[in-house]
């Protein structure tokens, strides 16, 4: 195509080798596969965004503490199933000085990065009530998310809460919910992909409904203290990580180090179930799991089948992270703000070329610039721009793959170098003088 930098010979080749019936539809995956493929045979680097890769090195604290922790000896040591009491005491305190909330060590369970966590969530939320057979997911979301239930053969519902703001939040839960059969609602904060962030009142909407209906909220927190119009930073003070766990006890969060400390490649995160659902007892749980309580059935029976916990030295590289954010020795939100800084940045590029923001309002308030942000492009659909971009060197995926009704697709800014922002410009050029004529 004019002006693109990539041989469209090359990428179609490419997509006919992986057998990719539609690129506009293809998984994460597919398409990192894709441009893995063009540019190892052009020699060209695509501009990426279709993978939340952190694009910062891993917080040093942790490196230091995971070095001398195997030094130590700890490899050859199978750890708790629930994880080593330091962490589970640093992970408590954690959520005591970020989100001013209070739950038991025992409930923080270390887990291989919040994919398992999820993973053995909805395998035990599945199974505590026969009458609920179904998760609500509050969309858009993180897709792989979906692919979990799908291997787990289970069943979900969702909703776009593009249109549901504020107390239209409710209606729209109430309709789902007053069915008797949803056991559980899952939903990230802020958002991925489009990066909303519920405000106190929905999430109070959402914790009364929990309790109202005797479900459990899920709270997928990857990008924790990452809402960058408020400075999160300070353990102990005010304001707090928003959290529905402010106005129910039965919620699940999920609390990673691939983002806030950039600590994707060794898989560790922490699962935290408070007290009263951790010790709650299911006759169903216990007929199906042969457990005694959801706590014991996440730790006893499920991660233990899974993988019989967590990597031993990564749970001390979490613990010394934890630690010296909670002593105020290490900020991790300065370390990450370099993320909301790009995405300015980006988000110009994109609009001064043709490109417009989907989802641009959290409520009244504009879209924090983050991790992520969601774009179109007058015409097209967000499949149809995810494919066009191929070509033009720059890789993304559609909304649609996240549950969004939108069109559009999604940017994550990570990987995507300052250094690369001159031919980033250059390529979006190039792509709106070839569509805009169109």
């Not at 959402?206 to 479900?215: Q, S």
């Not at 969004?404 to 690369?420: M, N, P, T, W």
Request: charged share 25%.
């Amino acid at each position: 195509m004019s002006g693109s930098p990539i041989d469209k010979t090359i990428v179609d080749q490419k997509i006919k080798e992986l057998r990719i019936p539609e690129v506009g539809k293809a998984s994460i995956r597919e398409i990192v596969a894709l441009v893995n493929l063009v540019e190892e045979e052009t020699g060209e680097k695509y501009i990426r965004m279709e993978m939340g890769v952190p694009g910062l090195p891993p917080a040093k604290v942790g490196t230091e503490a995971e070095i001398d922790a195997l030094k130590r000896g700890v490899g050859s040591i199978y750890p708790m199933v629930d994880g080593i009491k330091p962490l589970k005491e640093e992970a408590a305190k954690f959520v005591r000085n970020f989100m001013n909330i209070d739950v038991h060590p025992k409930g923080c369970i270390p887990t291989v990065g919040s994919m398992q966590g999820t993973y053995v969530a909805f395998l035990a939320a599945n199974n505590i009530d026969e009458k609920k057979d179904t998760a609500l997911f509050i969309d858009p979301g993180f897709p792989v998310q979906k692919q979990q239930m799908l291997v787990l053969g289970q069943k979900y519902a969702t909703f776009d809460v593009f249109s549901y703001r504020g107390e239209k939040l409710r209606i729209k839960l109430e309709e789902f919910l007053s069915k008797g059969n949803i056991h559980s609602i899952i939903y990230s904060n802020p958002n991925n992909p489009s990066w909303i962030c519920f405000t106190e009142d929905e999430l109070k909407i959402i914790g009364e409904l929990a309790n109202k209906y005797d479900v459990i909220v899920m709270e997928d927190l990857a990008y924790f203290g990452m809402d960058f119009r408020r400075d999160l930073s300070e353990p102990g003070k005010p304001p707090f990580q928003p959290t529905v766990a402010k106005y129910t006890n039965n919620f699940i969060l999920f609390i990673s180090s691939s983002k806030i400390f950039s600590y994707a490649g060794q898989r560790i995160g922490v699962m935290v179930i408070p007290e009263s659902l951790f010790d709650r007892d299911y006759p169903v749980l216990q007929k199906r799991f042969h457990s005694t309580t959801f706590g014991s059935t996440i730790t006893l029976r499920l991660l233990y089948s899974i993988s019989s916990g967590t990597s031993h030295s990564a749970q001390w590289a979490l613990t010394a992270m934890l630690k010296a954010v909670n002593e105020g020795s290490f900020n991790f939100v300065d370390d990450v703000k370099e993320y909301g800084e790009k995405a300015k940045v980006m988000k110009r590029l994109f609009l001064e070329n043709g490109f417009d923001i989907v989802y641009k309002k959290d409520i009244d308030q504009p879209i924090a610039d983050g991790f992520y942000f969601t774009i179109s492009y007058p015409g097209m659909t967000g499949n149809e721009l995810v494919a066009n971009l191929i070509y033009f060197g720059i890789s993304a995926i559609a909304l649609d793959n996240t549950g969004s009704l939108e069109e559009g697709i999604r940017a994550c800014v990570s990987f995507v170098k300052r250094d690369q922002f001159e031919e980033l410009e250059k390529r979006l050029k190039a792509f709106n003088q070839t569509f805009s004529e169109k």
